[in-house]
């Protein structure tokens, strides 16, 4: 069975530009996360989707958004990048959201590099 | 809200030394309770976890139990490699919004 896949690896944009980053959670799975790992920042929950709805986001701007596809896939889009966006921005995936407390099954996550 | 405390680190070892990496954790009602790691350059693992108080949960010689009256979830190893050097996350889930709550890391170095 496949994990959760990301991509790109790595990516690296300027100051300004967007970045979209892609996320395929293990088959069955319905519910996407989005974390934000800045150096010495720990992990910062960035967006939750479940069955293609937004159901929660963290304490980040507007200017980071996603969707979930009908496929469970999801994107996250981060406009007018700052250099304080560079990050490793990891992806999750569980089989239910809401009152699931299973455990999270993590993809390798994409280094975001902002000049 | 939920909170989750580790130390942070960086801790050392020398190879074949005792392991405590201590978590502590703040949650209104009972989560589920979890380690990850997470080795240089890659994303994180689930390591080990724990559903209910008394549980023990146990993976690659790593062991935490659920303790309910200390709201703690230790990890321990008796023996470490240095194939153990990597960042530990203690975390926890409620079954709401957020998805996991995370404590900050714990960098581990296991020198030879």
């Known amino acids: 069975e496949a994990g959760v896949t990301q991509s790109p690896t790595h990516l690296i944009k300027t100051r300004g530009q967007q970045a979209t980053l892609r996320c395929s959670p293990i088959?069955?799975?319905?519910?996407v996360y989005w974390y934000q790992q800045a150096l010495g920042l720990g992990l910062q929950f960035l967006l939750w989707?479940?069955?293609?709805?937004?159901?929660n986001r963290g304490n980040f701007p507007p200017r980071f958004s996603g969707r979930q596809f009908p496929n469970y896939s999801s994107e996250l889009n981060v406009n007018a990048l700052e250099l304080e966006d560079s990050a490793l921005y990891l992806c999750?995936?569980?089989?239910?959201?809401?009152?699931?407390?299973?455990?999270?099954?993590f993809g390798e996550g994409s280094r975001l590099t902002v000049l | 809200g939920d909170s989750v405390t580790q130390m942070e680190g960086p801790v050392t070892l020398s190879e074949e030394a005792f392991l405590t990496i201590n978590c502590t954790y703040t949650?209104?009602?009972?989560?589920?309770l979890f380690w990850y790691v997470q080795y240089p350059g890659e994303g994180l693992q689930l390591l080990l976890k724990?559903?209910?108080?008394?549980d023990k949960g146990s993976n690659k010689g790593f062991e935490a139990t659920y303790r309910k009256e200390t709201t703690s979830f230790h990890l321990e190893k008796g023996s470490v490699q240095v194939s153990d050097s990597a960042v530990y996350f203690c975390?926890?889930?409620?079954?709401?919004?957020?998805?996991?709550?995370f404590g900050k890391g714990t960098h581990l170095i296991i020198q030879p």
């Open positions: 088959s069955g799975h319905t519910s």
């Open positions: 724990a559903t209910k108080a008394d």
């Open positions: 975390a926890l889930r409620m079954g709401g919004a957020d998805g996991l709550t």
């Open positions: 949650a209104t009602g009972y989560p589920s």
């Open positions: 999750a995936s569980s089989r239910f959201g809401g009152t699931d407390t299973g455990e999270l099954f």
């Open positions: 989707y479940d069955e293609g709805e937004e159901r």
